[in-house]
């Protein structure tokens, strides 16, 4: 099997993380309309990886909880 790589590494400190939700939303939305409901289903699952480690790196340290 290949190497793995995030498949939004690309969008990394290139575009703000409100234009990846609108294209990912987007193109679940597409996927869903196309009656590709696991596939969609996929595309938000990423998302939501992605939204949750931004709000990770961009929480300020002070605010974060401590485990």
Known sequence: MGKQTNRFSQHRH???IHS???EKT???KTYA???AFHTAAR???DLATVVSRHAVATTPRDLRQEA
């Open 26 to 28: 987007d193109l679940a």
């Open 43 to 45: 595309v938000l699952e």
């Open 33 to 35: 309309e196309d009656g």
């Open 20 to 22: 990846v939700i609108r």
């Open 14 to 16: 290139t575009v703000s």
